[in-house]
């Protein structure tokens, strides 16, 4: 149903705040996702397996690094680009959004930011055109809304260093050609390194059984004894602000990219209330379904304003890591909520597969956990206000 009949919802016209250009950008990737993503996707989610033949396509579709500059394969857009582009592919599904964010924000960005020249021309161009894929490992299995206690370590060796721990939960691990790694160094300063698949002593098992995000490929980075040649290290970054910053760019694209698994199950609920008769009428025609149609069209429509006034605070280079918690916390629980109020309206066909919503919504749980879950985000939002820390 929604993928030949889906209308994109713009109740208050925020396509007038897009350029042409952010609106041709989105046409091209969501006319892709039509094309490639929607046929294939759930098939690809009750398998638990990530459509890998995709990755050439995002490459070619200019999803990795969009916004990185074109002389390192970028396509040298703005965060306005960047976060429609996520709210496509989210469309689509949060694994495909997943897949593309990590590479851009948290792959690609650090090494723009923070890698040498001559790691900037090794690695962006092929991980924009999708000839390597890339992960962040940054997750530890005892170290999760506390990164900065994270147990991987590296000692200096000389001619190399010698890298040993695990991180867990990573997105990309088991299909990553290249790893982004932050472990402490002897001083206790957490640093980033690249660390490539085929190294000796680096394995990237899977994680099974998920029941969310199945069509993306999650997994284990684990490091025992790994030698990584002194020119993979990220020089310009030490500290946790390093990862953080990384952070900032993929919480702002997913702030956007739920917005399009929440546009998704707004329309084929709206669709389906319009069409499924009970007691002799569409049961959009009842007081209850407009009330869940209406309250799911205001919440998207104060998403879009809320992710398009970040996105022109993130081109003028001055949101704060705080505005950045509050949208993507809003803009997670939102598309939540829409996903299983949409499902109410679909009644029991609401939890097959023939319809998008389920699978947004079992995805939108890994969404709202990872990237700093929805508790920290508040927290984060209530120390920036009353300049107290109520983390610990
Ligand atoms: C599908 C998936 C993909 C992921 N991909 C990546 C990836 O690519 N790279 C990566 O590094 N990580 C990744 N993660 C990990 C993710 O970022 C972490 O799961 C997340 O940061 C939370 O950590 P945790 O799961 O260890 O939960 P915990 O930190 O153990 O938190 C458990 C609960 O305690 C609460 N809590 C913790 N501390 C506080 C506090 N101070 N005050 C109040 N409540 C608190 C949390 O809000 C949460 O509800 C991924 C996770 C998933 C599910």
Redesign the pocket.
């Known amino acids: 149903m929604a993928t030949t009949r889906y209308k994109s919802p713009d109740y208050y016209l925020v396509d007038e705040l897009l350029t042409d250009e952010h609106k041709l950008i989105r046409g091209a990737v969501r006319d892709w996702v039509n094309r490639a993503v929607i046929p294939i996707i759930d098939e690809a989610n009750q398998k638990h397996e990530f459509p890998r033949n995709l990755v050439k396509e995002l490459g070619e579709i200019g999803a990795f690094g969009s916004y990185i500059p074109v002389e390192y394969g970028g396509a040298g857009m703005d965060q306005i680009s960047y976060g429609l582009i996520m709210q496509e592919l989210e469309r689509g599904d949060s694994s495909i959004r997943?897949m593309a964010s990590?590479q851009s924000s948290?792959v690609m960005y650090p090494i723009y930011k923070y890698g040498t020249e001559e790691q900037r021309r090794r690695y962006l161009p092929k991980l924009a055109s999708g000839e390597l894929i890339g992960?962040?490992?940054?997750?530890e299995p005892n170290?999760?809304?506390?990164?900065g206690s994270m147990l991987s370590r590296f000692t200096d060796e000389g001619d190399h260093y010698l890298l040993n721990g695990s991180?867990?939960?990573?997105?990309?691990?088991p299909i990553a050609d290249i790893s982004v790694v932050w472990a402490k160094d002897e001083t206790g300063c957490i640093r980033g390194l690249i660390v490539e698949r085929g190294m000796k002593g680096f394995t990237t098992p899977e994680t099974l059984k998920?029941w969310?995000?199945r069509s993306?490929s999650?997994g284990e980075l684990v490091f025992a004894d790994v030698k990584v040649p002194r020119e993979n290290l990220l020089p310009g970054i030490k500290g946790l602000k390093g990862p953080l910053s990384c952070l900032s760019s993929a919480r702002y694209g997913i702030a956007w990219g739920v917005i399009g698994a929440a546009m998704d199950c707004y329309d084929t609920a709206l669709q389906y209330s319009r069409e499924r008769v009970q007691f002799n009428k569409p049961i959009a025609a009842f007081q209850l379904t407009q009330k869940k149609l209406a309250e799911m069209i205001t919440e998207i429509t104060k998403a879009q304003l809320l992710a398009w006034r970040l996105g022109v605070l993130r081109n003028e280079d001055r949101a704060t890591p705080a505005q950045i918690s509050l949208c993507k916390r809003n803009n997670v629980k939102m598309a939540l909520e829409v996903a299983r109020e949409s499902r109410q309206i679909l009644g029991a066909i609401g939890i097959s597969g023939d319809f998008p919503i389920m699978r947004h919504m079992m995805n939108l749980e890994?969404v709202i956990?990872?990237?700093?879950?929805?508790?920290?985000h508040l927290?984060i939002t209530g120390m920036d206000i009353t300049g107290e820390s109520?983390?610990?």
């Open positions: 997943s990590v948290l992960a962040f490992g940054l997750t170290h999760g809304s506390d990164p991180k867990m939960w990573i997105t990309n691990a998920k969310s995000l993306s999650t890994s956990t990872y990237e700093g879950t929805h508790d920290i927290l109520a983390f610990e």
